[in-house]
């Protein structure tokens, strides 16, 4: 059996602004619409479709790169002025974390998704 996660709706105020802001971060690229979608497509081919909204709940995304992503998203963060922490309950502003061996942080996108981007995938049992 072979089960995949092809694509997820991720509701924004500005579909447009909220794409381009998290393709930007990654290095990616905010793909032409599609419908009322702005798909932005990751290297395993999953696409995070950006419609408009006025009415959501703020969401988690985490997303693994590489350790050469990592450093190149945290330089467009610190060199966006975006605030960024290590962990997701706000803790550790200015901060990476390294768990499971990695590094990783948070960040929040316009809309009050809490993004997060991780070196390393988190094991069977929650490290702190």
Do not use: C
């Amino acid at each position: 059996m072979s089960v995949e996660l092809n694509h997820t709706i991720i509701w924004a105020k500005d579909r447009w602004a909220s794409a381009r802001f998290l393709a930007d971060i990654l290095g990616l690229t905010a793909e032409p619409e599609w419908g009322p979608f702005v798909p932005v497509r990751t290297s395993n081919g999953v696409t995070l479709d950006f419609a408009d909204s006025r009415d959501f709940r703020p969401q988690h995304y985490a997303f693994l790169v590489s350790e050469p992503e990592f450093d190149a998203a945290l330089s467009r963060i610190k060199g966006s002025g975006i605030k960024f922490h290590a962990h997701f309950d706000g803790s550790g502003p200015g901060e990476i974390n390294h768990l499971y061996g990695g590094r990783g942080f948070y960040f929040g996108d316009p809309n009050g998704h809490l993004l997060e981007i991780i070196t390393r995938p988190y094991g069977a049992i929650p490290e702190g």
